[in-house]
């Protein structure tokens, strides 16, 4: 098995059902760094059966500075940033491995494809693209997000087709969890920097976010699965502005 001179870097708790098989997506990397917030299921056993992987102890500091503290404990010139529902295609790695070898960028852009209750999404939709695969030193985290956290690089960025696939989304029951969670917090970002809800925003939000994802990045070609997801991706963009409101109405309440 030839080795990719890289670290990769994980924040996670009580990912028993997808840590192995992340783990064994990223045996050929040198190191990958595993931050645990705190898991009491089967994570870290499993985890410790990969002999590239250190794991560190870390409380909970939200997204972003969670994974600056993982990323601060990479030692390898380039790093790689995976969710522990996440796994490399082989198009990727390859990828990869020849930028090391080239040093041709300073990072990757690729694009992240959902899989959708176990079904990959159609090759021809519109993917979300990434910035996961850089060197260190010109990467940075923007640590005032709770959520939604992305790396800025101030260097030289490659365009990739290999894909990250995220297997997150494995039913409607976790969307909706993942919904009402994730808009919790992006409202308290954006109540935080002074933003605030509109009447055109909560009636509308809903209906170009769903129209954005089923037509514009042609989930339709996901069939019904295509369309629950946009109607999903629709409802959240609604929660974000209604929670907003209910945030700006909180001091009238007392």
Known sequence: MNRINASAYVICRNE???????LENL?????????????TDQTLEIAKTFSNVKIFHQPWLGFAKQ????LEKCKNTWVLNLDADEVLSDELKNAIKSSIINDDCDALRCPLSEVFLVKPA?????HADKIRFFKKIYGQYKTDVSVHESIFID???KQVNGVIYHHGLVSIEVMT???NEYSSLAAADKFAKKKRSTILKILFSFFWAFFRAYFLKRFFLNGVGGFIHSMSIGFYAFLKEAKLYEL??????K
């Open 16 to 22: 028993e059902h997808n840590i192995r098989r992340l």
């Open 27 to 39: 045996k050929e990397f040198d190191e990958v760094i595993l931050v645990d917030s705190g898991s």
């Open 67 to 70: 994974k600056a503290f993982a």
């Open 122 to 126: 159609h090759k021809w939709s519109k």
């Open 155 to 157: 260097g030289k960025v």
């Open 177 to 179: 969890k993942k919904n």
């Open 248 to 253: 700006e109405i909180e001091p009238r309440k």
